[in-house]
């Protein structure tokens, strides 16, 4: 069902006229709202770290803003692959992407670190058509068949899909390697999904992150760089942060993680609608 639900959606919102599909996602967000279950709770809860100056009335109408936001991101998410090259490109704007760039450019390799802000399929692909293929690594959803769909999709837009679980146990190694090839790699990296996570500040409050960006670029000399994303009207804004230098010893991936967690929690700050964490992060929730 979960997979025939995401074919439907795929492909019905890429046949029907864009104004439609987006007014439909949003009435959808809207009523995922009024029911407020436990998911819709998660997130007021999250959201609350991010505005805690907001009373509760606040509060729900910031949540109200942040399901559609979500719900933006699947809209979009299913007919990115309509889109055309200049649409991609042209509809992404940047702060200090020389951050990017510089880094590139050295050929040590990046490693892009980013929280599940507005969209980062749509960040991704303008990677890639920015001329910088990239590495990154996905969540195995199940059934199956759904978690190739995704594959699939990211694939065509020009990512490189390894599998977090499940797969030959070599991701961690075809990370190194690609990373020591000089290539670009992005880890969403606001959710601890192992066991081996760190736990940082987070908006003020302890949570676990996953030191996989950090750990891969010590073991690498790959630069980690955290960025943020928020959308500006019909605009994608992606916000490249100061790069996270090496630390070593044996507390220095939490360090690194920590200066991470600072990044996301600037970013968040800036435009907590556009938080999409309908799960656990913090200490005290798990």
């Keep these: 069902m979960n997979d025939w639900l995401f074919g439907a959606g795929w492909a019905l919102s890429k046949r029907v006229p864009e104004p439609?599909?987006?007014?439909?996602?949003?009435?959808?967000?809207?009523?995922?709202?009024?029911?407020?279950?436990?998911?819709?709770?998660?997130?007021?809860?999250?959201?609350?770290?991010?505005?805690?100056?907001?009373?509760?009335?606040?509060?729900?109408?910031?949540?109200?803003?942040?399901?559609?936001?979500?719900?933006?991101?699947?809209?979009?998410?299913?007919r990115l692959p309509t889109w055309s090259v200049d649409r991609v490109v042209s509809s992404v704007v940047t702060d200090d992407e020389h951050y990017l760039r510089d880094a590139y450019a050295a050929g040590d390799g990046v490693v892009i670190a980013l929280p599940h802000t507005a969209n980062w399929d749509h960040a991704g692909a303008w990677v890639a058509l920015s001329g910088m293929p990239f590495t990154t690594v996905a969540e195995r959803l199940r059934p199956e068949r759904l978690y190739q769909r995704f594959v699939a999709y990211r694939e065509s837009l020009g990512m490189e899909v390894l599998p977090l679980t499940g797969g030959d146990g070599a991701?961690?190694?075809?990370?190194?390697?690609?990373?020591?090839?000089?290539?670009?790699?992005?880890?969403?990296?606001?959710?601890?999904?192992?066991?081996?996570?760190?736990?940082?500040?987070?908006?003020?409050?302890?949570?676990?992150?996953?030191?996989?960006?950090?750990?891969?670029?010590?073991?690498?000399?790959?630069?980690?760089?955290?960025a943020t994303l928020s959308y500006q009207g019909a605009l994608l804004r992606i916000r490249f942060h100061r790069p996270v230098p090496r630390v070593a010893g044996a507390d220095g991936a939490r360090?690194?993680?920590?200066?991470?967690?600072?990044?996301?929690?600037?970013?968040?700050?800036?435009?907590?609608?556009?938080?999409?964490?309908?799960?656990?992060?913090?200490?005290?929730?798990?």
């Design 20 to 78: 439609v599909a987006r007014a439909a996602f949003a009435a959808v967000g809207d009523q995922i709202w009024r029911r407020r279950g436990a998911g819709v709770q998660r997130l007021e809860a999250n959201l609350r770290r991010a505005s805690p100056a907001h009373d509760d009335a606040q509060l729900r109408a910031l949540s109200r803003r942040a399901l559609r936001s979500y719900l933006r991101y699947w809209c979009e998410t299913f």
């Design 171 to 226: 991701t961690f190694h075809t990370l190194v390697e690609r990373a020591r090839a000089g290539r670009l790699i992005c880890l969403v990296a606001d959710r601890d999904l192992s066991s081996s996570g760190v736990e940082v500040d987070l908006l003020g409050e302890a949570a676990r992150l996953p030191a996989g960006p950090a750990v891969l670029s010590r073991s690498t000399r790959a630069v980690l760089l955290p």
């Design 255 to 286: 360090i690194m993680t920590q200066q991470v967690a600072d990044a996301f929690s600037a970013g968040i700050r800036a435009h907590p609608e556009d938080w999409h964490m309908l799960q656990r992060v913090f200490a005290a929730d798990l």
